[in-house]
């Protein structure tokens, strides 16, 4: 299998009212009722934001700046998926946000598992 291609800065503009969302990515709309969800993370470690894009074959916020932008291909298997994720992960910003995490512990590989949970909090939508 082929690795997935290194993230990159598009530019991006989401135009969303309840039921409807325009997005754009460098200048060109996404054909409409391609998309059915989307999630904009951003931390002020990172320079850029990650937007994920939940997408289907054929149907208020605005945004608009640069982001990465990473498109899964639905036919990729899981371990490829959450390797891709994690080779998208700051390194930096996951240590620095274990180490906040009101539930750290003191004990042996607490901060391991602060790592983990930071992740798993990541993956879900939650945090970074």
Do not use: C, K
């Amino acid at each position: 299998m082929t690795a997935p291609a290194e993230p990159s800065a598009h530019g991006v503009r989401i135009d969303a009212q309840p039921g409807h969302a325009t997005i754009s990515i460098d200048g060109t709309s996404l054909p409409p009722g391609q998309v059915v969800g989307y999630e904009l993370q951003h931390d002020v470690a990172n320079a850029l934001p990650m937007l994920v894009l939940h997408l289907r074959e054929p149907a208020g916020a605005v945004w608009e700046g640069l982001a990465r932008v990473a498109v899964a291909d639905p036919q990729q298997d899981t371990g490829e998926q959450i390797a891709a994720f994690l080779a998208g992960i700051n390194a930096a910003a996951l240590e620095g946000a274990a180490l906040e995490r009101d539930d750290l512990g003191d004990e042996r590989y607490a901060l391991t598992a602060a790592m983990l949970a930071t992740l798993a909090d990541w993956a879900r939508g939650r945090g970074a």
